[in-house]
Structure formats: C-alpha cells, structure tokens
C-alpha cells in the first residue's frame, strides 16, 4: 500500500476489528479505552468486533485475570461479535489453543531460510548489550547465529543445546501508514533480528499476534501508542510470510495530569477499583471516548458531553481521533458520574446500585424493588457513586438505635418533643394508608407546624423516621417507607422519650 493511498483512506467499511488483551494482571482503564474504540469501530462501520485472548506467556496469564477481562466488557456493554465464549468462524480465539497454527508458521520461516535458530546464551547477549550501550550504540542482536551452516545447528541441537527463533529482518526502512498518526518510519537497522519465539510451541506475542490477525482477517489494527515501536516488527513478518498487513491505528497515550504516563502513582489503573468505587459503566464509557475524541460541534447547538453509548455511536467519527496525549482527569470522570446518575432511566439505575446495596444488607431485605427503586429515585441527586447510596440510605431499611437526646430541638423540653410526636402520631393514624403521599403529608402537618414551630415539629418527626441527624427530609422518607412502618417509628420515638423520663 502506498502513503498516498493511506493517506487518502478517510472512509471505513465493514471492519474486522480485535480487543487482543493478555490476562497477565486485572483489566485496565486503558485497555477499556482500546476496547471502546474498536468496538465503536465496529458498530459504526457495519463491521465485527472480535475478542482474542493472548495468553501465551505461561508463567503470567492467569484464568481469574481474563474472566475479569471479560466481565469488565460485559458490565461496560462492549459485547463482542466474535471470539472466546461467543464463538465463530475463525477460532479458537484463546492463543494457547491456537499453537499447531503458529507452530506451522514456525516451521514454514525456519525452512525458507527466513527465520533461525540462535543458541545465544543469556549472558553473552547481555555482554553484548552492554558491549553496544558503551559504544552508545542502540542495543540490539548482532546476528552472531545467523549465518550457522546446517552442521552447526545440526550438531547444537544433537548437544541440547537452548535456542530460541530469531526473524531475519532485512535491512531497510519500514513505513507504517498509521491512520491516526500518518507515515512513521523506522529503520530496521536499530530493531535487528528479535526473538519470535521461545521454541516451536512457545511463540512471542509479535509472531502469534500477526498469525491471529491475518487467520481472523482483520482489517484494522486499533490498539494503544505503546505498540507503535512493536509495529515493523510486525510489519516485517507480515511481508516474511507474503500477506497484506492490515490497516494500523494507535491512540493516543493516556496521561496523568503532568502530563506523564498514566501510572498507579495518580491513583487507580484497574477497572474493577472504578466500579467498586460506584461508578456507573455508562459514565466510564462516556469518560473514555474523551481520552481521544470529541463529537463535532454542530452550529447554533450547544455541546452535550453527557453521552449514552448509543449516542457516542451515532456521533462517532474515527477521522477525529486526536494524535496528542488525553489526559486523565478524575475530576472530569466525577462530573460525568453524577450527570448519569441523574438522568439515567430509574429501573437501569436500580439495577446498577443493587450490587452495591446487595453487599450492605443481603438479600432479604431488598426483595421489594419498588421500595429500593424509589430510595434511589430519592437520593440519585445527593450521591457522586453508587457506592455512596448504602450508607447514606441504610436508615430506610433498618431504623438505627439512636438516642432519645437526639430528638429534642434546641432549647425544648423533653415533654414537649414527646407531646408533640403524640399529636403526629394521632394525626397520622387516621390518615388513610393511600394518601401516605408527600404532598398530603405536608398539606396536613405544615399547617400545624407554623402554629407549634416548624423545628418543633418538624425536627424530632425527621429524627424518629431516620434516627439520625442528617437526613431526607421528614415527608419524603414517609411517603417510601408507608404509614405502617411510619407508626412504628414515631411509636419507637415515644417510648424512647418515656423511658428516658421515667428513668430520670
Ligand atoms: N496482547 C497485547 C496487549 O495486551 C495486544 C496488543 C495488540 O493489540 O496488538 O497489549
């Protein structure tokens, strides 16, 4: 493919585009970040997103690192079209089931001359590392195994000895046509001939990552900037094999607010500490097409950035990804947390903060989901995370042991707080259980709290409904919890106030 004609490619179709994570430690932001784009890719261009696992490094791939690669996709929404679980033509989609393919490869390089063996050990190539380092040379291999005749080999296989793959690579300048960066040259001379794989069944991820791609017919390569300098590895593979490479994209780094590389240092990197924190997938999802991209400005409109994943795809055009660095801002990451949960649809909300209401009070007494629906309807303003709603509204499913102190409003006397939660109770009782709503509520007790002292009244209600000192307000948390248990909370109140006095 010529950089002309790169550069000229500004339309994209029915795309085969890969998520290709290595279950080497817990899914990270930035991973989602590749995930979303690829699978923005996919839907908005009529195409496939594929999920590959590459787990060929034996000693760090772990099975609870990829069920939590694809439980995070799932809980994010990116579904995938094809790979491991789903299925499809091209599988297996798990690298570690797929070694007969690369061991064909392998072997196919090796006979044409194209790949060889290199029995180096460890220490010499460190030796020479060093060797080049001092003559400030950039470290690489300087093909001592290369030109070994048939004997040679014959006779260092024949004694045991290790060895490892090594690709030829030619000499010369390879042109990657990045779709977001455009024309990057590197020169051959500076990688020399890397390690391919460690024996014919231990392939490294630069080989198995181009067999895979060219078997599953990918398209477009969308993966992060750190894999740009893997690229004419690849490059040069694919053109030792004689196919077309597919089309590459790397986005831009992810940066700490100095402008580093985004590290631990700046506080979470792993997607499961976000969503433990109550962060809802759909403001992640929303945070992440910002570390890259923003939707085109339309004349005369204000800018909505609070996008729901179908609203991102609509407005998704790949041309606009930006080539600089994104930088992380949690603060930014906050805001549109709170926007979400504020307008996300009650019922979708319910669902997302039921794991976390689940952890605090099990099972039992959640069972009544118009009940939990309507606490969160009441407090969906008042939280930043979901994992804030627990604490803030366990009062509504258990009322807390609190003291008869607590009730009483500045300067009143106990017999006053208690006369006073006396008359509400009277008052309520004969309130029809139907008309336990808000505004009769407050038609019949604000009347009466103007002429007693709203804080009277209206302080040791709020009190004996929460037993505690911040709250919901007394009307509403009466309109949720019914007359029933209102009673018994106001009764609860009363009798903490009598034994109070009979014990003074
Ligand atoms: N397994 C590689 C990683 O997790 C995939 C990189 C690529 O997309 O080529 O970084």
């Known amino acids: 493919m010529s950089a002309k004609t790169t550069n000229l490619i500004k339309e994209i179709k029915n795309p085969r585009v890969r998520m290709a994570p290595s279950p080497t430690g817990y899914f990270h932001i930035g991973s989602a970040r590749t995930a979303l784009f690829n699978y923005l890719v996919a839907k908005k261009y009529n195409g496939k997103f594929i999920l ?27 579904l995938w079209d094809e790979g491991v679980e789903v299925g499809g033509s091209y599988g297996p989609y798990r690298q570690s089931e797929r070694l007969d ?12 001359g194209l790949a060889y063996y290199c029995f180096c050990s460890p220490e010499e190539l460190e030796a020479k590392k060093e060797e080049m380092m001092s003559r400030g040379e950039v470290p690489r291999y300087d093909g001592h195994c290369r030109n070994l005749t048939e004997e040679e080999v014959k006779k260092k296989m024949n004694d045991k000895n290790p060895f490892v793959i090594r690709l030829k690579m030619p000499e010369k300048i390879i042109t990657v046509f990045d779709l977001i960066r455009g024309k990057v040259d590197f020169d051959t001379k500076l990688i020399g001939d890397f390690i ?34 893997n690229t004419p590895k690849q490059i040069a593979l694919y053109e030792a094999l004689n196919w077309t490479p597919p089309i590459f994209a790397h986005l831009p780094l992810i940066l700490n607010p100095d402008r580093s590389k985004m590290s631990k240092r700046f506080g979470d990197v792993a997607l499961k500490d976000f969503r433990k924190k109550g962060y809802l997938p759909e403001a992640i999802v929303n945070f992440l097409v910002y570390l890259g991209w923003h939707p085109k400005e339309k004349a005369g409109e204000p800018i909505n950035e609070i996008l729901t994943l179908n609203e991102i795809i609509e407005q998704f055009d790949f041309f606009r990804i930006q080539k600089g660095g994104a930088v992380f801002n949690i603060e930014k990451l906050n805001w549109i947390n709170t926007e979400h949960i504020k307008t996300m649809p009650i019922d979708e909300l319910t669902s997302h903060a039921m794991p976390y209401l689940k952890e605090k009070f099990g099972d039992a007494l959640l069972n009544d989901i118009e009940f939990v629906k309507k606490i969160v309807e009441l407090h969906r303003t008042r939280i930043k995370t979901l994992a804030e709603l627990p604490e803030m509204t366990s009062y509504f499913f258990v009322l807390p042991d609190y003291d008869a102190e607590l009730l009483r409003w500045q300067d009143m006397s106990e017999e006053e707080v208690k006369n006073n939660l006396d008359f509400i109770y009277n008052l309520l009782s004969d309130l029809d259980n139907q008309l336990f709503t808000r505004q009769q509520l407050e038609a019949i007790i ?14 040791p209600l709020r009190v004996a409904l929460s037993g505690q000192k911040n709250s919901a307000g007394p009307f509403e948390i009466m309109e949720i919890i019914g007359k029933n248990e209102t009673l018994k909370r106001l009764a609860t109140a009363i009798k903490k106030l009598k034994e109070n006095q009979n014990n003074a």
Request: overall charge negative; cysteine-free; aromatic content about 10%.
């Open 446 to 459: 604000l009347p009466e709290a103007e002429k007693r002292g709203r804080g009277k009244i209206l302080w």
């Open 52 to 78: 590959r696992i590459e787990d060929t490094d034996k000693e760090r791939s772990k099975p609870e690192y990829e069920a939590d690669i694809l439980d995070s996709l799932k809980w994010l929404g990116l």
């Open 196 to 229: 391919i794989a460690k024996d014919f069944r231990s392939p490294l991820y630069n080989f198995s990552v181009v067999i895979d791609d060219h078997e599953m017919q990918i398209t477009h390569v969308i993966r992060g900037e750190e894999h740009l300098s």
């Open 101 to 112: 393919v690369y061991e064909k490869y392998l072997r196919e390089l090796v006979e044409k």
